[in-house]
């Protein structure tokens, strides 16, 4: 059974710092990319980060560089989202996602909420 969890979602102030974790199971996680979505009210969902399976490459939606930081163990089948410096204008239901494009394979996570507020 393919299962996507965050947590470590929560309240934090401006200025502040939260780590997100997505713990994966039931696929061969290694081989998928990674990405971080998320989705404010009224508004579509975006992505955030997104990390190839070396982990040594990712990419970053502009709004968030220099502040986010997206990594993976795929020892413990985890992926993780460092965020700094966070912003009223971060607050969203963060999910994580799984996709292995070349087989249409595309797991998603139930969401973790994130409020950035004072």
């Known amino acids: 059974q393919v299962q996507l969890v965050e947590s470590g979602g929560g309240l934090a102030q401006p200025g502040g710092s939260l780590r997100l974790s997505c713990a994966a199971s039931?696929?061969?996680?290694?081989?998928?990319?990674m990405n971080w979505y998320r989705q404010a009210p009224g508004k579509e969902r975006e992505k955030v980060a997104t990390?190839?399976?070396?982990?040594?490459?990712?990419n970053y939606a502009d709004s968030v560089k220099g502040r986010f930081t997206i990594s993976r163990d795929n020892v413990k089948n985890t992926a993780y989202l460092q965020m700094n410096s966070l912003k009223p204008e971060d607050t969203a239901v963060y999910y994580c996602?799984?996709?292995?494009?070349?087989?249409?394979?595309?797991?998603w996570g139930q969401g973790t909420q994130v409020t950035v507020s004072s």
């Open positions: 990390i190839f399976r070396d982990a040594d490459n990712a």
């Open positions: 039931g696929f061969r996680f290694s081989v998928y990319v």
């Open positions: 996602n799984a996709k292995w494009a070349a087989y249409a394979k595309d797991y």
